[in-house]
């Protein structure tokens, strides 16, 4: 779509930001980086921390960047998407020490303690927000604390004007993605994802990067706590799980202008915004 419109491709999935995880993240080969310009692949270290404001930041900087085409947003972190669409309100900063505070709370407590220490701080986001979701519960507990106001009390407040864009969601069938899905990972173990788990061996585990899909279980072969087939098998299950949730997420909450369940291409595109010219307009 970018060579086809003369634009550029805009990574908005939150684990492709780190460049230490090319194979693993799945970023775009150097051979699709060298037809049509890529922005925000690879453009952090797995020792930093990325949010949505600070990957909206970095996408917004991109889009006014001048004579740059058409941006085409790709990746499937809805959170970001939605970030980018529809913007924050004001957020408080919050001194690191506070931050730290929760993740001892959280080592204390467990993860379905410090559940039910959020929903007595914000009832409202821990119904929405499960037990396992740390990073977030972890962003309620220090805000609040440092605050003394919900975390959802100040996601209320007022937003900046929403950008418009032409969304497409890619939507294949569970059997055909399952089977890519192993059939990926397949790929990243003969293309050096072992290597690669290898050099992040002894990071911070609370580090985002360190939640990337399939790290987790080699680094546990790597370990010798499992064979590699098991983790291996391990991998593709918690992807499996994943896409579920994901598909579920960008069925309920993007108002797509088209969706793909077979086949796309570049024509594909254009027959549909043709068929929605009102549709077609924004970044």
Not at 24 to 31: F, M
Not at 105 to 116: I, K, Q, S
Not at 231 to 240: E, G, N, P, Q
């Amino acid at each position: 779509m970018a060579a086809a419109l003369g634009g550029r491709v805009v990574n908005a999935d939150s684990m492709q930001v780190y460049r230490e995880l090319r194979v693993l993240n799945a970023r775009p080969g150097r051979d699709d980086e060298a037809r049509v310009p890529h922005r925000l692949y690879g453009v952090l270290s797995a020792w930093e921390r990325c949010s949505a404001a600070r990957w909206r930041e970095m996408a917004l900087r991109t889009l006014r960047e001048p004579d740059g085409g058409p941006a085409i947003f790709c990746g499937g972190t809805g959170f970001y998407v939605e970030a980018l669409l529809h913007g924050f309100s004001d957020m408080p900063e919050v001194a690191p020490g506070f931050e730290a505070m929760a993740r001892s709370r959280h080592e204390t407590l467990g993860a379905e303690g410090f559940h039910r220490e959020v929903a007595a701080r914000d009832p409202d986001l821990a119904r929405r927000v499960p037990p396992g979701d740390r990073q977030r519960l972890l962003r309620a507990w220090a805000v609040f604390e440092a605050t003394g106001t919900p975390l959802t009390d100040w996601q209320a407040g007022p937003r900046p004007e929403p950008l418009r864009a032409w969304t497409v969601l890619l939507d294949p069938p569970r059997e055909r993605l399952h089977a890519r899905i192993e059939e990926r990972f397949h790929a990243m173990l003969t293309s050096g994802a072992v290597e690669e788990a290898d050099r992040l061996r002894g990071l911070d585990p609370d580090l985002p990067a360190m939640k990337a899909l399939g790290l987790p279980e080699l680094h546990a072969c790597l370990a010798g706590k499992i064979a590699l087939d098991e983790a291996k098998r391990r991998a593709v299950f918690a992807t499996r799980r994943f896409a579920k949730r994901q598909r579920t997420w960008f069925r309920n909450r993007l108002r797509a202008d088209a969706v793909f369940r077979e086949d796309y291409s570049p024509a594909l595109f254009a027959a549909a915004m043709a068929s929605r010219p009102e549709a077609a307009r924004g970044p």
